[in-house]
């Protein structure tokens, strides 16, 4: 075991340092992957909570841990997303993309009083688009890594209910590439026709910020059989630093810019979203349980981004607006769990998310509709007390057709209209230990 945890640190923490954690995520930029056991029943485990997990699903889970526990964990996620329209098509460049996590919890006093902390990815999203392709003046390729390390500690009052709260820190990092239309630049400063032939310059930026947040939870085993689980998450403000890169200008582009290479630093801020969660859970006897749940986001958070540069010029503040949009959203779990035999339970989950972008802000590196997510696994313990224990889970996630008719795709950038086919495969694995 100890040999394990060494191993898997390392993994975690490289894993971090790649360009291929972060997926296209579940609803919006948020990552669905927290936790094998959960994933195999499409994440319906807010009123249940009943592993280390319940960390991020429902704090006040932990007091139900009678014994110190440790899982770790990775997720592997593959995304398929297809571009079709203005009489071209073209496939992003997607890699499995690895998203690890890790909880360990500890009852302090038996049955009353828990803590316990969880490192995992909740948000992120990773792609490449053709450097000639479609989108190029839009975007090209992107990478978006938030890490969220949750320290909680629950206490239970009452042999019905149980209080949980966390801390949220956030460590966020923002890649992202685009060429610029060079050519097009030249000719409307200086009012002469567009020349053809002028190389494409190229935008690079790099950010990253942190921020604070908050969950608690709450848990009502109203009967043996019936339980109630409450979530809420708090928003959380990221202030994000960095710097933009301009490369490869010429003409009067150059002018304005000072050189043909330009950099800058540059600040903004974006909000992570509220989360509300509810569920339900049937049990019965011991042998199989079932449950509900229904998630509120608030992602009309995620508005208007404003950017601020340390050396500027009109080219530069003329840009310096990303209009969003987005709408707050619902979505809907439904999954469960059958006991085979002490050993082995085997789980089964329907998911269904409702997109928060909204047609008229659409673009290439958040490629979403709202999707139907299928998935199953199983769980398997073993050792003198069953304190060793491994969960698989796999799904698949279908997403709607969606058609974008946007002003997006504007004379500078070129139009993004079209088709896009998205279909996500997903695997994830947590090995436990009860101490």
Not at 289 to 308: L, P
């Amino acid at each position: 075991m100890k040999r394990l945890v060494v191993v898997y640190t390392f993994i975690f923490i490289f894993s971090f340092c790649g360009k291929n954690v972060l997926a296209q995520g579940a609803s919006g930029l948020h990552n669905p992957v927290l936790g094998a056991s959960a994933l195999a029943q499409g994440n319906a485990f807010v009123a249940r909570a009943d592993d280390a997990s319940a960390i991020y699903f429902n704090p006040a889970g932990l007091t139900q841990l009678q014994k110190p526990q440790l899982s770790l964990g990775a997720s592997f996620v593959l995304p398929s997303i297809e571009y079709h329209g203005n009489g071209v098509s073209e496939d992003m460049d997607t890699k499995v993309n690895t998203i690890p996590n890790m909880y360990f919890t500890s009852p302090i006093i038996e049955n009353k009083l828990a803590a316990g902390i969880g490192i995992n990815v909740p948000y992120g999203l990773q792609g490449k688009w053709d450097g000639d392709g479609f989108s190029r003046y839009v975007v090209t390729d992107f990478n978006l890594r938030i890490i969220d390390v949750n320290p909680t500690i629950t206490y239970k009052p009452s042999s019905f209910f149980s209080v949980g709260v966390g801390l949220d820190y956030y460590y966020a990092n923002v890649e992202q590439g685009r060429h610029v239309n060079v050519g097009l630049i030249n000719s409307a400063l200086t009012g002469t026709s567009l020349d053809a032939s002028t190389p494409d310059g190229l935008q690079d930026s790099k950010m990253h910020g942190d921020a604070f947040g908050y969950n608690t939870g709450m848990l009502f085993n109203i009967t043996p059989s019936h339980s109630v689980g409450i979530l809420f998450r708090s928003k959380a403000d990221i202030d994000f630093n960095g710097k933009l890169k301009l490369s490869k200008l010429s003409g009067a582009t150059t002018a304005v810019f000072g050189s043909d290479d330009f950099d800058t630093r540059t600040t903004t801020d974006a909000t992570l979203p509220e989360m509300i969660s509810l569920g339900y859970a049937y049990k019965h006897n011991n042998l199989w349980s079932i449950e509900a749940d229904v998630q509120w986001t608030n992602w009309s958070r995620f508005d208007v981004i404003k950017y601020d540069f340390d050396t500027t010029n009109a080219l530069l503040e003329a840009n310096k607006e990303d209009v969003r949009n987005w709408h707050n959203t619902l979505s809907f779990a439904l999954g469960g769990e059958y006991k085979l035999n002490e050993a082995l339970k085997v789980r089964g989950g329907y998911t269904f998310h409702e997109s928060p972008v909204p047609s008229d802000t659409f673009e290439p590196s958040v490629p979403q509709s709202s999707r139907h997510g299928l998935f199953t696994g199983l769980g398997y313990n073993w050792g003198k007390k069953l304190n060793k224990g491994i969960d698989f889970a796999y799904g698949t996630v279908f997403y709607e057709n969606r058609k974008v008719d946007n002003s997006v795709g504007d004379a500078v950038q070129g139009p993004i209209d079209g088709h896009y086919d998205l279909i996500t495969h997903m695997m994830a694995i947590n090995f436990n230990y009860i101490f």
